[in-house]
């Protein structure tokens, strides 16, 4: 049986996936912004999850999408839920692995710093982060996933490059896992709003059902 697909920014996702557990694409949008305005995309985004997530997120039933998309709760019990996660990021304008790197470790270390979190443990675990997309070449349609499994406070990044066999890295601070989520999934701090909006969408319709 064919899987379908959704595009995002004509980019190709499927709409179901399957890690360990089957997962349903319930978000996507882009990164972008205006620079001497010329509007510049970065690259698209797929937020897969365990259906069984919206179980875990009944005290939001009934409200517009609007309402989710300005809920800093709901994107907190999103996050927590004890569901596998995986975000798919596919490259539209070619980066070096350096500048993403600086891009997650100012977002981490911004969040860990603002909580309170960063300790040395954490730098060493974002150094870590940095070090692996340091020597790496982003052309466009390169693919970056995180896998966040249910239950463990790890996270796998894997980098599929053109031509490369995939890299893999795991990040085992529980902390610095926290602060990706909440890069991608954080609501109004997150990365990317139009994927923030997807996902409020998304489950707007499944918790009215």
């Known amino acids: 049986m064919a899987t379908e697909e959704v595009l995002v920014d004509e980019i190709t996702y499927p709409t179901k996936i399957t890690t360990t557990k089957p997962l349903s694409l319930l978000g996507h949008g882009i990164t972008d912004m205006e620079i001497h305005f010329i509007h510049v995309k970065f690259y698209s985004i797929g937020v897969y999850l365990e259906p069984e997530v919206v179980g875990h997120l009944d005290q939001f039933k009934g409200k517009s999408a609007k309402e989710l998309e300005d809920n800093e709760e709901f994107f907190n019990a999103l996050i927590s839920a004890p569901v596998e996660k995986f975000i798919r990021l596919v490259v539209i304008k070619e980066i070096k692995g350096a500048q993403y790197g600086v891009q997650i470790e100012t977002a981490v270390r911004d969040r860990l ?21 340091q020597s790496k070449y982003f052309k466009k349609l390169s693919v970056i996933t995180y896998h966040f499994p249910a239950n463990s406070a790890t996270a796998e990044i894997v980098v599929s490059l053109e031509g490369k066999e995939d890299s893999k890295y795991v990040i085992e601070n529980a902390n610095v896992v926290e602060a990706i989520k909440k890069w991608y999934l954080g609501g109004s701090s997150a990365v990317s709003s139009s994927t923030i909006q997807s996902l409020a969408s998304t489950f707007s319709q499944e918790l009215s059902k």
Not at 115 to 133: G, M, P, R, S
Request: aromatic share 14%; charged share 55%; net charge negative.
């Open 113 to 133: 710093a603002a909580e309170d979190k960063y300790e040395e443990e954490e730098e060493e675990a974002l150094e870590k982060v940095i070090e692996f997309f």
